[in-house]
């Protein structure tokens, strides 16, 4: 399995998910090196979850799962890219495309799109 | 100016680059609250440098700055995308346009595309 740098950042390394097919940054998590593993062993997206201390199969609860397309390392190998296929359209929980919706604009920030999904339908009322 | 949150990671945020014309991912770095003020201000993205503990003007040694075209914010406030042009046309210090040139094959990283600069000539050897 390819080596990447976890130890720079106390065991996490961040990960880019791109879209594909656009190009649209989705998001921006933190893998670990279990999750870097699981990532690359069933060809979908685990990340590390640090607000729940738990390895995160993103979509396993949703059915929106990143499936994996390349992965990119960066050049001292303490980043990664993966460009995935987002099932169901939407990686942000609010349920909009991407979770870089808001554009800054002076002082304000400003929300650009509509959301793919409706959140509480997916998720539920939690 | 728009607040960030940068207690989670100990004063820092992960910042990407991404190209504004084409879409790709170009570096990770990181901001602190005096590189998101700069950057804000100047319209060329700063950094922090982790390795040389100092704010970071991309581009200020080499003139290889990245021009700021829009700010995006996660959904969380905890990690932001700058759409920039990079100057040079070259964002990685190997002189590959993007630092995320290596892609992961099986267990090798196999490395895409072509320097854009000699490094040697535009940082001088050290």
């Known amino acids: 399995m390819v080596k990447l740098d976890f130890e720079k950042m106390g065991g996490l390394i961040p990960a880019i998910a791109q879209d594909a097919a656009t190009g649209e940054v989705l998001m921006l998590a933190y893998i670990n090196p279990e999750a870097w593993q699981k990532t690359l062993e069933t060809g979908e997206v685990h990340y590390w979850s640090r607000s729940r201390q738990e390895l995160w199969h993103k979509g396993g609860t949703s059915g ?21 296929e987002q099932v169901g359209g939407a990686a942000c929980h609010t349920g909009m495309r991407s979770c870089f919706y808001r554009r800054v604009e002076g002082d304000r920030l400003v929300t650009e799109g509509q959301p793919v999904f409706d959140p509480k339908k997916v998720y539920g009322d939690k």
Chains 1, 2 share one sequence.
């Open 64 to 84: 929106h799962v990143q499936k994996v397309k390349a992965v990119y390392v960066d050049c001292d190998a303490d980043a990664v890219v993966f460009k995935v």
